[in-house]
C-alpha cells in the first residue's frame, strides 16, 4: 500500500488561490491513479479532480477552469493548483490513490488509499 500525506491548506478570502500537495510514500510496483476528494460538514466525500497513470485529467464541474491536478512523478507528488476560491469549496480536502490506470470513472468507494486530509476554508 502506498502512504499519502497532504499538505498545503489553509485558510483564504474568496478569490485567492492555494496550492494542495500530497506526497506519495511506498513501493510502487504498478500503474496508479490518483485523485483529489472534498467533503464539507454533514455533505458526502465528492470528487474534485483526477489523473491517471498517462497524465489524463478530469475534473469536476465545480472545479472546471478553476482547479488544476498535476503530479510530478519523480517526486512522487500530486498537486492541486486551486484559484478564484469561494466560500463553498470550504471543505477538507483529501488525496486518494488506487491501483489502476483510470481514475476518470471511479468513484469513492473505488480508491483504496487515502491521506489524512487536509482543510481549506475560504471566507467571504
Known amino acids: 500500500q502506498l502512504q499519502l500525506v497532504e499538505s498545503g491548506g489553509g485558510s483564504v478570502q474568496a478569490g485567492g488561490s492555494l496550492r494542495l500537495s500530497c506526497a506519495v510514500f511506498g513501493y510502487i510496483y504498478s500503474s496508479y491513479c490518483m485523485g483529489w476528494f472534498r467533503q464539507a460538514p454533514g455533505k458526502e466525500r465528492e470528487k474534485v479532480a483526477s489523473i491517471d497513470d498517462d497524465g489524463s485529467t478530469n475534473y469536476a464541474d465545480s472545479a472546471k477552469g478553476r482547479f488544476t491536478i498535476s503530479q510530478d512523478k519523480a517526486k512522487n507528488t500530486l498537486y492541486l493548483q486551486m484559484n478564484s476560491l469561494k466560500p463553498e469549496d470550504t471543505a477538507l480536502y483529501y488525496c486518494?490513490?488506487?491501483?489502476?490506470?483510470?481514475?476518470?470513472?471511479?468513484?469513492?468507494?473505488?480508491?483504496?488509499?487515502w491521506g489524512q486530509g487536509t482543510q481549506v476554508t475560504v471566507s467571504s
Open positions: 486518494a490513490a488506487r491501483w489502476a490506470y483510470y481514475c476518470r470513472g471511479a468513484v469513492v468507494g473505488q480508491f483504496n488509499m
